[in-house]
């Protein structure tokens, strides 16, 4: 595959060497320094008949390639770390041909300091990714070519296989001489988090508590305006022993939603897999999230789970039916799932999974609860050192009940391919020489 890039990425490449000649330069004046600058370049073309949504009639399926391209720099100097990521996110053929700028431009994905304190307690400050355990609650959302970051403050722990983090966020729109009401609706206000993790022979526990304010504007009077908080507090477990493999999220939400509701939601998932040989595993699971009878809160209770932040594409099948962008406040999930795993060879495997989705609360106008199933196919080969090849396939299987909950019922094929290549050099390191 030959990758072009445009003339119109000669400012953002330009910009890109500038940088990465300065850190050169740096470096050589402050050898006791670690630089490391590397960079992503992430085209993924697209098949969309059916993703995310029943495929409706009288139109065409979707058909795209998209592209991230990163250039990441970690400089470590004593007790001092600094990183940053810049990347740009397009579409082919998003710009014409000629043209002086770019739609979306070179963005900041991370920009952070962590400084520390001792050696226990650290800082870390500024945009940066936020993942833990199995990414359920706090996730990087990678999958996406835009990725999840957050403006944060965290205090970070670490002692005899212990982990503990306390992260602060605090969010506006602009600098403002009065209020502080965020008008954005696409984000958060606040959240303060608390995250402790601890390791033993075979097993590991983490425990996590997300207070998770959320902006309600009145239009008819501003000083009502107000931040309404929900909490979220649950563990993940880990256990394995020989070739089996256990995992556990359980989490329990309370407080109040955007609306004023009050909140009582639940999610419970269990993950078991065992390695039956070098070349093969297997493994089944079930995640049950609580929802709301007919998808809508009653008598001011919310009883519908929100994932918040978390890699919600990795879970409840790939073509990102629930959670992803979609069934908030809704009629739950339940999710029954068996998957495989075969490697080909030293560099190369591929992986089945079969998920049997129903709700988990009452369907409007049904009795019955079946949603339906769907397949998902993955294909991955190291090429190189620095190079990946991943091609997937999926395929849904709708019942009357996904019918209801999506709305729609022209009874079409659903299905979804893909196929992406991961190009990541490593273009200077002083570090290891």
């Known amino acids: 595959m030959n990758f072009v890039l445009l003339n119109t990425e000669t400012k953002h490449m330009s910009f890109i060497r500038n940088i990465s ?99 226990e307690f650290s800082i870390k400050l500024g945009r940066q990714e936020i993942i833990y355990d199995d990414s359920r609650i706090f996730g990087n959302v990678d999958w996406a070519q835009q990725a999840r970051s957050h403006d944060i403050a965290l205090i970070q722990f670490s002692k005899f296989n212990s982990k503990f983090d306390l992260g602060f966020a605090f969010n506006q729109d602009q600098e403002s001489l009065t209020g502080t009401t965020l008008t954005n609706p696409k984000t958060y206000k606040a959240f303060q988090y608390f995250w402790y993790h601890k390791d033993w022979s075979n097993f590991s526990t983490s425990f996590l508590l997300l207070n998770n304010g959320l902006q309600y504007i009145d239009v008819s ?19 394995n022993k020989n070739n089996l493999k256990f995992k556990g999220n359980f989490y329990h939400q309370f407080g109040n939603d955007i609306s004023n509701n009050k909140i009582n939601a639940s999610l419970v998932g269990v993950d078991l897999n065992y390695k039956a040989s070098n070349k093969t595993s297997v493994g089944l699971g079930i995640e049950i999230s609580s929802g709301n009878n007919n998808g809508v809160p009653s ?24 959670y992803v962008g979609n069934h908030k406040d809704n009629v739950g999930l339940k999710d029954f799932y068996i998957n495989s795993n075969f490697k080909l060879s030293k560099k190369s495997n591929v992986s089945f999974v079969y998920h049997d989705f129903s709700a988990q609360s009452n369907l409007s106008g049904t009795n019955k609860k079946t949603l339906g199933s769907e397949i998902d196919i993955v294909y991955a080969n190291k090429l190189q050192k620095n190079i990946f090849l991943k091609v997937g396939y999926s395929q849904l299987f709708s019942k009357n009940g996904m019918e209801i909950l999506k ?8 299905n979804w391919g893909w196929i992406m290549l991961v190009v990541k050099p490593s273009l200077f390191n002083n570090f290891n020489k």
Do not use: C
């Open 221 to 239: 009077n501003q000083k009502n305006n107000e931040t309404r908080y929900s909490q979220t507090l649950g563990t993940h477990i880990k256990f």
């Open 407 to 414: 709305g729609n019922s022209d009874n079409n094929n659903n």
């Open 299 to 322: 008598d001011g209770i919310n009883k519908a789970f929100t994932p918040f932040y978390g890699t919600n594409h990795k879970f409840n099948g790939l073509m990102d039916y629930f």
């Open 21 to 119: 000649f300065l850190l050169f330069a740096f470096s050589f004046f402050y050898s006791s320094a670690q630089v490391i600058v590397d960079a992503e370049l992430r085209p993924r073309f697209e098949y969309r008949h059916g993703y995310k949504t029943l495929f409706p009639n009288n139109v065409d399926p979707a058909a795209y390639i998209s592209q991230r391209t990163r250039l990441n720099i970690d400089y470590k100097k004593d007790n001092l770390d600094f990183y940053l990521s810049l990347q740009d996110v397009r579409v082919w053929g998003d710009v014409p041909q000629l043209n002086v700028s770019d739609n979306n431009g070179i963005a900041i994905h991370q920009a952070w300091t962590k400084i520390k304190l001792d050696s």
